[in-house]
């Protein structure tokens, strides 16, 4: 269905077309060229990262980090159930097993306090998500990983250009995921990359991502001829989309301020109703500077949420909710991920209600969106 605000839409900033114009002209299409390097080394600059490798998407990085842990059947990852599929399905895909843990009421991520209650001995991986580009309680979960000798890997999808008392997002696990997705902040239709925290990951992650193959040694001349070295796939993305994806990223700064006053003007003119008790908007802790990845409201109740959602869609506007929580899914009771009571997962996703919000929606179309909400919620 077409919404005469939609929830999303793809934009153009600055150079993406001219970069994709010049990487054809400079004769390098394939993975890798001048400009899948210019923005790896723009994201390790800009956001103090090791060492990052573009993807073909956040779901390509979340399945090279889950290769990366050297998972064996059985083996156990943390995760909220309260996520997008690819958390899960990259780790379940190299023979773990999806171990729920329920998120908090305010910032919706992984609570924190319920992580040690579900380690065991065959627990390898926490795999904190932060929701809405706003961190996960990180010192706690890093505390908790190194007593028990786990790895973290950030599924940092909604958190490019989000930070933890002074750190990216994406740089405080072992390994952290990024997406550009086009639904994200900064996009390349789809996309994505992999922040490698540890330099002793580096080398296997290269291989990992060129087909299991050492290519990248060959280029740097430490060997003689490439072969097969481990088992990869193909998680190199195309330099059309690093092209495009570098006219983007050049643009962060204006394209983060543009975000923070369309994420304000939905604060500001909703916070009447937060006060009158109608609705709850987003937590944000003191640590966390948030990208401004998008603005939700929890309501009273599930009637309230379907209403709502009705109501917006049928003046065309194309509010959504979110996630189907994992341990309620099909493919989630399949696996046998249902066994924990997991309240606030439930609670939240049926009260839940994102607002359209994109880099060109327009002050009319942010208070026409208000304008519904309100009407909605105080009649
Ligand atoms: C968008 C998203 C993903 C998947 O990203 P893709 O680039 O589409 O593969 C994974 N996890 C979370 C939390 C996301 O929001």
Known sequence: MEYRIPFNKPFLVGRELDSIAQAVALGNLAGDGRFTQSCCRLLEQRLGINRVLLTPSCTAALEMAALLCDLEPGDEVILPSFTFVSTASAFVRAGARPVFVD???????????????????????IVPVHYAG???????????????????????AQAVNSFYRGKALGSLGD???????????????????????????????????????????FFRGQVDKYTWVDVGSAYVPSELVGAFLFGQLEMMQAISDRRRQIYEYYRQSLQPLADEGLVRLPTVPEGCTQNFHLFYLLTRDAKTRD?????????????????????????????????????????????????????????????DVVREVTAYLRA
């Not at 065991?120 to 991986?125: H, Q, Y």
């Not at 997406?179 to 080398?203: M, Q, W, Y």
Request: charged share 25%; with cysteine.
């Open 134 to 156: 706003v961190a996960c309680e990180m010192d706690r979960i890093r505390e908790i990983a190194r007593a028990h000798r786990l790895l973290v890997v950030e599924d940092a």
């Open 103 to 125: 998120i908090r009421a305010d910032t919706l991520n992984l609570d924190e306090k319920l992580i040690e209650a579900a380690v065991n001995e065959r627990t390898k991986v």
């Open 175 to 217: 390994v952290g995921c990024y997406s550009f997705h086009e639904t994200k902040n900064f996009i390349s239709g789809e996309g994505g990359a992999l922040c490698v925290n540890r330099p002793d990951l580096v080398e296997r992650a290269e291989i990992l991502r060129d087909k299991g193959t050492n290519r990248q040694k």
């Open 307 to 367: 209403g709502l959602l009705a109501h917006l869609n049928s003046r065309g506007i194309g509010a959504v909710f979110h996630y189907v929580p994992l341990h309620s899914s099909p493919m989630g009771r399949k696996l046998g991920c249902d066994v924990r009571p997991l309240p606030v997962t439930d609670a939240v996703s049926a009260c839940l209600i994102r607002l359209p919000f994109y880099y060109t929606i327009t002050a009319d179309e942010q208070a």
